[in-house]
């Protein structure tokens, strides 16, 4: 990710897009404004059967979600 002060901000959606699990992790960038990998473990009980991953950047300068990366999972 490149993303402002290597903070990544991800959300769990459940089928219906209720929130499950929002959190962030720190990007491993090798300086400002370079990409760096990132990761982080989410552990999540839910009975529904698929959902999404959202991977985005807050705005410094107005707060909205920016870069968001939408990955459509199926929970087991």
């Given at each position: 990710a490149r993303v402002f002060e290597s903070v990544v901000s991800i959300r769990l959606l459940d089928s219906?897009?209720?929130?499950?699990?929002?959190?962030?992790?720190?990007?491993?960038?090798?300086?400002?404004?370079?990409?760096?990998?990132?990761?982080?473990?989410?552990n999540?009980?839910?009975t529904d059967s698929s959902g999404a991953l959202e991977v985005y950047q807050v705005s410094a300068?107005?707060?909205?979600?920016?870069?968001?990366v939408s990955v459509?999972?199926?929970f087991n």
């Open positions: 219906v897009g209720n929130i499950l699990i929002q959190t962030t992790t720190m990007a491993n960038a090798p300086d400002a404004g370079q990409f760096g990998p990132f990761e982080k473990m989410i999540c009980i839910t300068k107005d707060g909205s979600e920016i870069d968001k459509p999972l199926l």
